[in-house]
């Protein structure tokens, strides 16, 4: 195992190991250093971040489903310069590379959170949440729509040095196309799947179980849904792509490598087992090592 | 700086060994669970988030009370109710069996020795105001003065199984020698569990049932009624479903007694990373063009809160 | 329970509760018959059929997911005129309807298919399967563009007297877009949803499991994407719809007609229990009882 | 008409409790369970579909070989190897609990009885071509000539846990006073299972071990060569992995001996609805302008094949 290079490249970002941790579910890092050595991960995405602050939505904002979860945070978080101020002094004293998840409402939301985090000390690369409502198209998603999804990837490129990361949305007909949008328009990695729009009803009060009706569906269930979209996409492009997707464990990294992915965001997991991204990290190197694989990078697309 | 308070710093993550399990009523269990490194760390009422499966089903973990620590033995209790999937399955491990548990998580009850001296352990009334400071609330007492242990009646307030977090700091202020009053209810006598363990302790057991199977026929709230409190100013510590955490908080702040409830909130983390599980708290910012509440996360920011910091209409 | 109603109406086809079958599930309906009363059942959805038999694909076709399958049977069947001559009359034995899925290669083929079925004896209405790719259109499926969706309901339409219910594509950006479309074309009911598109990767020999490579995915892990798509549609259209994904018991069958669905079907379940069709009915029964409903037709919609 | 043979008529759904569950090797159980209307209804290669949760953890049922049944005392056993979650599962359950399972499913053996006279058991291999009729392989036989089953040696050929359908077949021959071998090849000596129980029966048992751990060294093919066969005509009825089948099958058509082949694939249904479980048969019609095979289902046209029957290079 010593011989094992676990080193890959995402789009100019350099990482000592595949594993990264998926937005929104490893809140600022920190809140999970009581069971894990953050020196270890090859990234920390964090929550989604905004200009403004924002609260979110009202309650219940999860529901439990088959091998899967609902979530409808509506992006709380305390804003960019919370963000600068609070959070990322502490993030700095890790030895890992920081990724700045943006959300925005408008396509110079974007611009600006990117100008802005560009000159933050710490952020290495920035990932791009195109499923976010575009308030002036009336609440349609940029991540559904190429032309709208090119437009945020060129404001955030333009306003910025670092890597840019776009994360693209499964709820679309053709998944590739809006890849190579994305792509012509300057991301230097794709990361997906986002999560697949769902809902769940309560019987008994015969209402919506999310207070926003409709939330997002994560873990295990859309594993297969994933791994289709990460193989599409390995083939339409020619960028690296950061896959996640219900991911649980080592096996299923390495499924998603073969699949075409350089490196693997953990998500729900997070929450099922604290200590899951470097458990997940640990499974990698088991596998490398029993099959012979010298490394990770001989992984990435072998399933093609 | 990102707040430390939120942060669970002395949480393990333990394989914890199944020592007993035990059906006390129907549906009412008490699991007893080794695990030494986690037991040395709770503070009465903190909870625990226990995975009961190592598969799919359930996927998440579930949120459960300290309902007994012995940092000694090593052991940790949990009081639960069967309430679907996952602690149906919960109740069906045996003993020898084990369960990937995490904590403690939260920041759980005042303690009498955060009552007394000190002034950072002080709060008045017109610092509900700072925002910054306010969430997290076990640490601040929300009273015009300060208030020493001594002169206070603790109070414990449970709603059915509302009662599991609630044997700690009955400990807690038995070992101070304070007389202290357990009101609580339950829909019938056979959901009542645990009540002898108050009792001999030497806490005054008051119970209500809604259908009079046993105490006083009503709601707990009847029992807060017409209560005698001497020259003591009662501190109530709440558990339960959410209306009855309202009824009392408002009964509490009627008579201007001292409060703090217990929040339930669906979780996934309880590490304060996902942000599913928030409540809303009061900031005071309406004066200063604020919206005069802000999203607080139960889990890390609670499960204790002052019931002056809830926004109960919201 | 005597007073209950459980009769509804799909589109025209008068049923005498809501439980049907989802097709490919439920063979040609008599394998199911040493387990289960077929008289029992609301109808049954028989195996997609084609104008000609078809070997399908190779093996392996199918490969389970977490709280899901992965299946890629690729249309095995008889043929329309070796389902009407050896499978449907004993169907016609059974007193209940018998709905036929129909799938075909081009808009012409599902005329065809559509008049032949129109004459068959016993045929109650058409599920028209627009999961299909279209030769014509460089394998586009017809399911994911509103256009081409709505050429095959029309050349359905206008070939049949029989109630034509549309089944549609889950794997589409906007499925009020879909739906829309093929009701302006004159579908009488829509049935949703068909099976995401996923796959699987086998990790030891490095390759996708399915010989196909994709696979839809069905079970309960799809069920929130079906039932928030269930609940947009019942909200864009005007028609009834026959909902299914996953539903596994009485309670999920419930949460589908309270989404919207008139009516629903068993599928990826009667594997995992060859009684499920009808355990399903008997809680949707005792759920009725239970919160006093009188009249299934009341839980329609009702969590909007 | 639909093919009727392609519906399991017999088959019915039971609740199953374990009467005993035991390893005997390391990761190779027998499970008995009482089911008695399914037990009444068996024939020997036939399977069963097991449901080890209730839950979506595995969500679809395994299918696995009827091993032995009795329909006076109302059981049936089961042999398995666990291989993944599904067999994992089933091995920790304990005598008490219980499982829901479907069956008889499929076509089992060829059975002595079905070898003599009636001219509906015989069949040409010019038959072979006949598309409508030929599914469902164990009702007729491939040979030029009838054959009676004094005239037979049957030879049990089994590659591992493919040991599992025979017992109850073997001790149909055994009824018949027949002589029998059985042919076992396995990796080690340890994944040997119920090799006495067939010498019980009087079987001829030679092993073959890939370790050279017990028997033979090298596969069960080594068995095959230079078999004495006297002057009957070989019956070779193989359970196994299917590169061991297609080696055996080819070693029996080279020779003129008869074969049959108990064949798996991945299922879902188990009665022939769902059609993952394909396998590529032979339809003879070539000449006719007919690709010359078709997808027959291995659930209720199988498990059990003539091996040539089956396309193996396809
Ligand atoms: C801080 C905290 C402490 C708790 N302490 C105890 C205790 O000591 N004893 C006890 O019996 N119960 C306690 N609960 C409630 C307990 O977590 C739920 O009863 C349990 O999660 C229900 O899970 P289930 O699978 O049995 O039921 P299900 O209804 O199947 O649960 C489905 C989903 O909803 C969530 N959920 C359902 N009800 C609740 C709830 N009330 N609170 C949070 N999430 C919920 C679950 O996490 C799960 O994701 C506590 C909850 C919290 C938040
Ligand atoms: C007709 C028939 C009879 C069988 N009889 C026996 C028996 O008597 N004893 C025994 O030990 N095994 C038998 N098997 C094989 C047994 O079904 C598989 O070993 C078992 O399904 C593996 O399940 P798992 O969850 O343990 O493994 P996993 O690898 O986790 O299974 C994953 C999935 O693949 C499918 N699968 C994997 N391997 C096979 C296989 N070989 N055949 C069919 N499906 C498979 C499973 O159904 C499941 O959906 C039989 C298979 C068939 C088709
Ligand atoms: C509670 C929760 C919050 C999330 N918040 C965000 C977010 O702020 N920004 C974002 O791009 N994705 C967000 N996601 C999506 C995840 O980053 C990830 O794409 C998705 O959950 C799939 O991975 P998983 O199945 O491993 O969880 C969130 C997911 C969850 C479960
Ligand atoms: C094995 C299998 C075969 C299927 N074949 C068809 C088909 O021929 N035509 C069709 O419209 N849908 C087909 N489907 C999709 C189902 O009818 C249904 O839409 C889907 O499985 C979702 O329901 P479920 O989750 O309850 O299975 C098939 C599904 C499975 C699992
Ligand atoms: S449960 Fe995740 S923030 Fe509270
Ligand atoms: S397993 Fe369904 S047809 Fe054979």
């Not at chain 2, 007492?141 to 300060?146: K, M, S, Y």
Request: charged share 20%; proline share 6%; hydrophobic share 40%.
């Amino acid at each position: 195992m010593g011989n094992l290079n676990l080193q890959v490249n995402l789009g100019g970002l350099a990482m000592k190991n595949p594993v990264t941790t998926a937005s929104g579910t490893f809140g600022f890092g920190l809140e999970f250093a009581p069971f894990i050595d953050l020196n270890r991960l090859g990234a920390i995405v964090v929550k989604g971040t905004t200009l403004e602050p924002r609260e979110g939505n009202p309650t219940p904002r999860m529901a439990e489903t088959p091998a899967g979860m609902l979530n409808a945070i509506g992006l709380q978080n305390p804003g960019v310069e919370a963000f600068i101020r609070d959070y990322l002094p502490p993030l700095r004293q890790i030895d890992t590379p920081v990724i700045v998840n943006l959300s925005g409402n408008s396509v110079e939301d974007y611009g600006r959170l990117a100008s802005i985090l560009d000159g933050a000390d710490g952020v290495a690369a920035l990932e791009v949440n195109i499923s976010c409502p575009n308030v002036k198209q009336g609440g349609i998603q940029f991540g559904t729509l190429p032309a709208s999804a090119a437009a945020v990837t060129r404001a955030v490129r333009e306003n910025t040095q670092k890597p840019v990361i776009v994360k693209l949305s499964p709820n679309v007909t053709d998944i590739t196309e809006m890849a190579r949008a994305v792509v012509d328009a300057g991301a230097d990695a794709l990361a997906l799947i986002n999560t697949l729009l769902g809902m769940d009803i309560d019987i008994r009060t015969r209402r919506p179980v999310l207070a926003n009706i409709f939330g997002g569906l994560s873990g295990p269930a859309v594993k297969p849904v994933a791994l289709r979209m990460i193989y599409q996409v390995y083939k339409a492009v020619n960028v690296p792509i950061l896959g996640m997707g219900g991911i649980m464990n080592g096996q299923d990294a390495i499924a998603f490598m073969l699949a075409g992915a350089t490196a693997i965001a953990v998500g729900t997991a997070n929450f099922t087992n604290p200590r899951a991204t470097l458990d997940i990290l640990d499974g990698i190197e088991e596998y490398c090592d029993r099959e012979g694989v010298r490394d990770v990078n001989e992984l990435i697309g072998a399933a093609h | 700086m990102q707040k430390t308070s939120s942060i669970n710093s002395s949480a393990v993550l333990a394989d914890a060994a199944i020592l007993s399990q035990e059906e006390l009523k129907p549906g009412f269990f008490r699991l007893v669970l080794s695990a030494p490194e986690l037991a040395r760390r709770c503070q009465p009422g903190q909870f625990v988030q226990v995975r009961v499966s190592d598969g799919v089903a359930p996927l998440l973990p579930r949120p459960i009370s300290i309902h007994g620590f012995d940092g000694e033995q090593g052991t940790l209790s949990l009081l639960y109710h069967v309430a679907g999937q996952g602690t149906g399955k919960l109740s069906r491990l045996a003993v020898g069996e084990s369960l990937k548990i995490w904590g403690p998580l939260g920041n759980g009850w005042i303690m009498p020795e955060n009552l007394t001296g000190g002034s950072k352990n002080l709060v008045s009334d017109s610092e509900v105001s700072d925002s910054q400071n306010f969430v997290g609330g076990s640490e601040k007492i929300p009273t015009d003065a300060p208030v020493d242990a001594d002169k206070i009646l603790p109070l414990f307030v449970a709603g059915g199984i509302g009662v599991a977090p609630l044997p700690p700091l009955a400990k807690a202020w038995r070992d101070l020698g304070a007389e202290a009053i357990l009101l609580y209810g339950a829909r019938s006598a056979d959901q009542i569990v645990t009540a002898d363990e108050f009792t001999a302790m030497g806490v005054d057991v008051r119970i209500a049932t809604e259908d009079g199977s046993e105490g006083v026929t009503g709601r707990v709230t009847e029992l807060l009624k017409d209560l005698n409190t001497g020259d003591k100013l009662p501190l109530l510590y709440v558990c339960g479903p959410k209306p009855m955490l309202k009824a009392v908080a408002q009964l509490a702040d009627d008579q201007g007694w001292l409060c703090q409830v217990s929040l339930e909130e669906r979780m996934c983390c309880g590490l304060g990373a996902c942000l599913s599980c928030v409540c809303k708290t009061k900031t005071g910012d309406e004066k200063v063009g604020g919206k005069g509440w802000t999203h607080a996360k139960v889990c890390t920011d609670g499960p204790v809160f002052w019931s002056r910091e809830v926004v109960w209409n919201g």
